[in-house]
């Protein structure tokens, strides 16, 4: 089926909900299950990767999950300083279970960490050693849990959801509740390349109308605030499928409400309804509230009054193309569309989201931008389909991974913005799209692909 054809299992024209039909792809825009699990530990401040693996299973990720999300080093857990039983063909026949019984041990002494995190790759779960009984050996001597992470499990936006599986079942327990306390979740660490920032506006945002926001990863105390995700008044997910089983799995064992939003919140619009169902749920002061959007919702359309003339003057109501993750997507497509109006010609939705929720991703996009152009909108991963479904069209500007970069313009007539995974031609620090100022920024980075002088 062309991006041109009415799918059979959906009412929309041009969206195709079953792509991702070959069995093997190329560049995909992630990495596997092993991968997720290593990305979140080493977001946790504190937090040790210990991965029961082939070597090539952690230096692989030096470069397909650290580098890959902006440039990002591990530190000192991270890298080639992250512990590996490194096996070999000896480990396949007889096992690794000794090796690893020494690898925790001597990295419980070295490091000084506060959660350790044993991470079988493929080989263990084939072989199947018992690595549930190894990690039992040290529950008295430290914070010690493993995820079970095969490559083939699952893509590393899964590999997040295992880890979290992992942390209910193994780690919390009850705690009292903490009144105006949220736990944010879906905001995957690395494969979202601007997690560290998204997750620092969405705390700063939520704290102006009094919420308290667990954001978890990069804060000092990582172990901290993952003891106390069962005190959280409500959990928060900010993805379409992401997260979605863990916030259910809260709720049934810690009795947790939680909402669900389809993104992180991008400019305005969207963040100022996500303050008001947020305020709601959490019985806020609708003035409160209010006063909040009002102030913030008048400095940022009076900043995004400066760089007008650049639009209207040289790209106005222009086409673009987004070939990014389904929540990045989302909240980039709408932002574009509805808030600088512009055109959007072609959605391609790369990480691979399960069946069931593909309907609902197509839905939110398709039924939320303000425009009378239908984008295409395609599920593909494969980096020659997905470069192959750009040829020949209207685009001016895309927003996609820097896999594009080099050749946007020669290729595809286009200006390029490197917006989802992998980002490997730019450092991101706290650089984001979250939020008030993260519209804002996500402008600046549209507008200086094409200012310069008259």
């Known amino acids: 089926m062309t991006s041109n054809e009415k799918s059979k299992d959906n009412g929309y024209q041009s969206v195709q909900l079953n792509s991702y039909q070959n069995e093997s792809v190329e560049a995909p825009r992630y990495s596997c299950a092993l991968s997720g699990v290593y990305g979140t530990t080493l977001a946790i401040r504190g937090g040790v990767p210990i991965l029961h693996s082939g070597a090539g299973c952690g230096i692989g990720q030096l470069f397909g999950t650290l580098y890959a999300g902006g440039q990002a080093a591990g530190g000192n857990e991270g890298g080639t300083s992250t512990p590996c039983s490194c096996l070999v063909e000896e480990h396949v026949i007889f096992g690794g279970e000794e090796k690893l019984r020494n690898l925790i041990q001597s990295t419980i002494e070295i490091f000084n960490a506060d959660l350790f995190v044993v991470v079988s790759g493929c080989v263990p779960s084939l072989i199947g050693d018992d690595v549930d009984s190894i990690v039992g050996e040290f529950k008295d001597k430290a914070p010690v849990i493993h995820v079970n992470a095969p490559g083939f499990k699952g893509n590393s936006f ?14 919390l327990i009850p705690q009292e509740k903490q009144s105006k306390l949220v736990n944010i979740f879906g905001v995957v660490p ?49 993805s379409p499928w992401q997260a979605h089983d863990l916030v259910e799995k809260l709720e049934e064992k810690f009795q947790t409400p939680y909402i669900k939003f389809p993104s992180v919140p991008v400019g305005a619009k969207q963040t100022s309804e996500f303050l008001r169902k947020v305020g709601e749920k959490l019985n806020i002061s609708s003035d409160k509230v209010e006063s909040v959007i009002e102030e913030e919702e008048d400095r940022n359309y009076r900043f995004m009054e400066y760089p007008a003339d650049a639009v209207i003057l040289v790209r106005p109501h222009s086409y673009f193309a987004v070939v990014a993750d389904s929540g990045t997507a989302i909240g980039i497509t709408k932002f574009l569309t509805n808030e600088l109006g512009y055109l959007p010609d072609i959605i391609q939705i790369t990480d691979n989201p399960p069946e069931e929720h593909r309907e609902t991703i197509a839905k939110e996009i398709i039924e939320n931008i303000d425009t009378v152009v239908q984008p295409d909108l395609i599920f593909e991963a494969d980096t020659y389909n997905i470069r192959e479904n750009l040829k020949d069209r209207p685009f001016l500007f895309l927003l996609s991974s820097s896999l594009e970069a080099p050749t946007a313009m ?37 507008i200086s692909t094409f200012v310069g002088p008259l």
């Open 158 to 171: 899964e590999g997040y959801e295992l880890f979290w599986d992992a942390i209910v079942d193994q780690f």
């Open 190 to 238: 690395y494969n979202h390349v601007f997690w560290k920032g998204e997750l620092l506006n969405i705390k700063t945002i939520l704290q102006k109308i009094g919420i308290e926001a667990n954001i978890i990863f990069t804060e000092k105390n990582g172990l901290k605030n993952i003891e106390k995700i069962p005190s959280a008044e409500y959990n928060i997910v900010l």
């Open 410 to 446: 020669e290729d595809f007539g286009a200006l390029h913005v490197s917006a989802p995974f992998p980002v490997y031609n730019k450092s991101i620090l706290v650089h984001n799209y979250a939020g008030y100022d993260g519209g804002l920024q996500l402008f600046e980075d549209v």
